[in-house]
Every structure is written in C-alpha cells, then in structure tokens.
C-alpha cells in the first residue's frame, strides 16, 4: 500500500508528521514524500524535509495525505502544482486525506465538491467558497474522503484511516505504541472552548498573516 | 530563546515535531536541529530530515527537548554523542526536556538521577536502571527537567513547558492555534486502558525490535 505524503513550500510540519507516524505503522505500508520535485523542502516555520519523489512519479498512490499551512490561500489563487496532482490522483486513490487548510487544496482540486468536510477553524469560509459543507467536526468522513481539523486533529484522523484500512485492533494497536492518551493542560483547543481574549487576537493574527502571505 | 531540538539516526519524528510545533510558537524564538554533524538525519521509519547545526555548535540552549525511539537502548549501550552532548547542555539551560524514551538519553547523561521522570510504558525499567525513578503521568516536571511519556504526550509536555516560559494565556493561544482539542476515535492509549490482547503482542515486539537493534 502506498501513502504518499504530500509537502510543499510553506507547509505545516506536524500536519504531515502526525498522520505519517500513524499510518507508517500499517502493515505492507511504503512512505513517500511527494513535492514539486525531489529534495529539500521546507515547512512555514524552521524545519526542513526531504522529499523522495516529484508529483508525477506519483500516481497511483493508495492513500494521499494534504497538509495545510497559512499560505494555502495563496496556492488556490496561483494554482499550485499540488492542486492538479490532487485532481489526478484521487480517483484512483481509495483514501483522500487532508489536515488542516489541506481541505482547501482538495477543494481547490474538485474533491469536496458536494461533501462535507472541515478543516482548521480560521478557514471556514474559504472551505464554502470553494463547494465544499464545512462542519465543525474534529474528522469527517464523507465517501472515500477524509478531513480533518487543525494541525493536531490529523491524528485523530489517521487513527480513523488506520481503523478503516486495517480494523479497530490495528487501529488500537498504533495508538497504545504512540501512547496516545491525550492530557492536555489546558482546555482552549477550539473556539467554542478558548477564552475570547484569547480567540480574537489569534484569528486576526491569522488572517493578517494569510494577506501578508498573498501579497 | 534557542530551543535545540536533538536528531539522531533512527529517532521518533512526531517526538521532535510534535514539541517543534507548540515551542516555535513562543515569541523570540529560534530553533536549531542538532545532530551529530550538520545535514540529513533519518528517523526510524521514512523520513529524513535536515540538521541545521553539529553538536560541538550549540553550546548554551535555552530550552533542549530529546526524543526517543526504540533505538535508545543501543545509543545508551554505544554511549552516542548525544549522551555527552545533553551532559555538558542542561547545567545552563533553562529547561531540558525529553519525549518517550528520550528520557532513557537524560538518564543516561546523569541529568534524572534522584529526579521522578516518565517514559514510553516500554521503557520505565530502562529509566530505573539508569538511576531516575519512573512515574506512570504523562508528563512530569522535576526541577527544570521535563520529561514525557510515549511519542505523543510531546504535544502535551511542550504546551506545559510554554506554560512555565511565557504564562497560561500564550498557551492556550498556542493549542487552539494548533486546534489541540483531542478526539481520539478509540481509548486505548495507554496499558491500563487498552485492551490486554493488544498491549501484550505489542510489548513483545517492541521488545523484539529493541533486541534486534542492539546486535
């Protein structure tokens, strides 16, 4: 089975390595990182990745995994590559998945089209604009298409995915090896539950952000 | 603040990226990759990563976090340079912390000795051994030592530590950032919650592998 992990400039580190660490642990599993071309790639903040094949010596994967990032808007409007890799290989893909603002690179690419889906709580909006029924579900399952919500819901989404492809056991199994027992300190991890003080200042942070990524 | 984020051949990547992804948040922060020397370092599955800096380079971190893998017992055994290089880092940091069996390459430089520490549930004779006294929590902090339990709680253990660097407010702007409101699909996260079929085989190919990768 092959999960192909897409990576861009600008993409959001732990919204690929978490479904990565989940569902490399499937069996019969084979990672590769795809990008615009192979090599070095790095992510919005200071990490760097490498990148084991271009988009087009990839294209029957099983499994593709979106991540998303801030500059995502600007990758519908200048039409990344990645949005017409998207396109290409979901049909004959049995799992499309994103994390994140990877929701609107599917939508970019007409696979939410009618269906529902979410993605990181900051881009609601863009989600509709572009067809898709956001929820504000932390995973949705819609069909062959998997979303998941910001950043860290990507492991709650593999965890379903694992479960999907190989039983509630295996799916068991990979969440007792990464001891994923949450215990969070602090209880802000959506809009509904994080104080406004806190919750206004960081959308706008976002939002100025995102513009000052598209100009 | 330097925050040095420790690689090693065959490490855990969402140990790493899991803290990166909350600790780069913090204001004023730069982030260094450091490994033995300076370049690509694979973790213990499919992906590579970049090292932006050499040990012998990054002498006086202000925060150091340590992942793990089921490599550790082999680098404890080898003494990998990572062990001195934790040594000679933590009396001046700030905070030293660990993920996982990270906590076994604290132990191993003499930074857990007399301190309570948790680990993988894998691992906590390892942690005994070598002095610590092991904790079942997911996080604990001793001192300006903090320490996590397997692989995810990196996310929990790092949200702490930016608690204790720049207040309860900065974050819980961070976890709602990340959107960390976990929704796991099943509660089998930890041994005592698990089912005992699933946690019995998987103790004993953890095992098997850690064996494997001391000959």
Do not use: N
């Not at 199994?173 to 206004?200: C, M, N, R, V, W």
Request: hydrophobic share 50%.
């Amino acid at each position: 089975m092959q999960i192909a992990i897409a990576m861009f400039d600008q993409f959001t580190a732990l919204d690929a390595v978490g479904p990565y660490q989940v569902l490399v642990e499937l069996p019969h599993t084979e990672i590769v990182t795809v990008a615009a071309a192979r090599g070095p790639v790095r992510d919005d903040r200071s990490l760097t990745f490498q990148a084991t094949a271009a988009f087009d010596e990839v294209t029957e994967p099983d499994v593709i995994v979106v991540p998303g990032g801030l500059i995502t808007r600007r990758m519908v409007r200048d039409r990344h590559p990645v949005i017409d890799w998207i396109g290409a290989v979901h049909p004959t893909a049995t799992w499309t998945t994103s994390v994140c603002t990877g929701a609107v690179l599917l939508a970019a690419a007409g696979v939410l089209t009618g269906r529902a889906a979410t993605t990181h709580w900051v881009a609601y909006d863009q989600l509709a604009a572009l067809g898709a029924t956001p929820t504000e579900q932390r995973v949705v399952v819609d069909g062959d298409v998997v979303t998941a919500a910001g950043v860290s819901a990507g492991i709650d989404m593999a965890l379903t995915v694992a479960a999907l492809i190989a039983g509630d056991a295996m799916a068991q199994t990979i969440q007792l090896g990464l001891e994923y027992d949450p215990q969070p300190p602090f209880d802000a991890g959506s809009p509904a539950k994080a104080p406004g003080a806190i919750h206004a200042p960081l959308s706008d942070w976002m939002r100025r952000r995102e513009a000052a990524l598209l100009s």
